[in-house]
């Protein structure tokens, strides 16, 4: 069975831990926790005018804010975001100093909606070892009200799933989702607006529906690797990198400028 979209290439998927001798803006218990438990949650990167600006933007954003697969690289806001400064620091604490965002989705649940992701792992979207840091940004509260993600903490560990169809559909089995549950448990992820999680490629990680009345569910989520991490080239990747920090290392990417 394969375990990414691109089974015919020999990619590492093993989780690799973390080591920061001297953090910028992670604890080391909370390094720890990214080791032990594939996630860390509740960092605030978002508050006040930023926030309702944020909030305000994935509203009304008439540039192409939807269902589309990597704003980052079309939408310069989205791109700015991406680049944050107060984001940089996090992710030198779990990559390193050269930091390429590659894949980003603006993803609401609207009340009522039937929008659910079903258990999957991150890493088999992508052409390269497992070595990426997912960081979900809440644009408002998320909780178990309305549609938050559950993740099997320390599920990471366990390695890659088989996908169901890697032409297609790249989710997990149910019965493994279901074992997976059984072996790590399963915790709700809940965060206020404006604070994001941070979480491993290989996060088991579920997303239900949206049972609130009233309230939305909207998040963005953007992945991020080291410049150094080997990316394949490959016709089903739908990789469109960018530098956010440091220099773009041993040449592996075709980095995209900031879109207008
Ligand atoms: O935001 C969600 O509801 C799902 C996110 C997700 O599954 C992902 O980013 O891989």
Redesign the pocket.
């Known amino acids: 069975m394969a375990k990414t979209r691109y089974p015919e290439l020999d990619l590492d998927l093993s989780f690799s831990p973390i080591a920061c001798a001297e953090p910028r803006a992670f604890t080391q218990d909370q390094i720890r926790h990214y080791n032990s438990q594939g996630y860390v949650a509740g960092i605030p990167l978002f508050t006040g005018d930023e926030l309702a600006q944020l909030a305000e933007a994935c509203r009304t954003s008439r540039d192409g804010l939807g269902d589309e697969l990597n704003p980052h690289a079309h939408i310069g806001w989205v791109h700015d975001l991406a680049r944050r400064d107060n984001l940089q620091p996090y992710l030198q604490d779990l990559i390193g100093p050269n930091i390429i965002c590659f894949i980003s989705?603006y993803?609401n649940?609207p009340p009522g909606s039937e929008k659910e992701?079903v258990g999957?792992q991150?890493a088999a979207f992508n052409a390269m070892d497992a070595r990426s840091v997912?960081v979900?940004v809440a644009v408002e509260d998320a909780d178990t009200g309305n549609?938050c993600?559950w993740f099997c903490p320390g599920s990471h560990l366990g390695g890659a799933l088989d996908v169901e169809d890697p032409k297609g559909n790249l989710n997990a089995s149910a019965g493994a989702v279901d074992e997976a549950g059984s072996t790590y448990g399963k915790v709700p992820i809940e965060l206020r607006a404006g604070q994001a999680v941070f979480f491993s490629d290989l996060m088991i990680?579920i997303?239900p529906r949206n049972t609130s009345a009233t309230r939305s569910r909207p998040?963005i989520?953007f992945t991020f690797t080291s410049a150094e991490t080997v990316v394949h080239p490959h016709p089903a990747a739908r990789h469109e990198p960018i530098l956010c920090g440091g220099a773009s290392g041993g040449g592996h990417w075709d980095l995209l400028p900031r879109p207008e």
């Open positions: 989705e993803i649940k992701v999957h991150d997912i979900w549609g993600m990680h997303s998040a989520t």
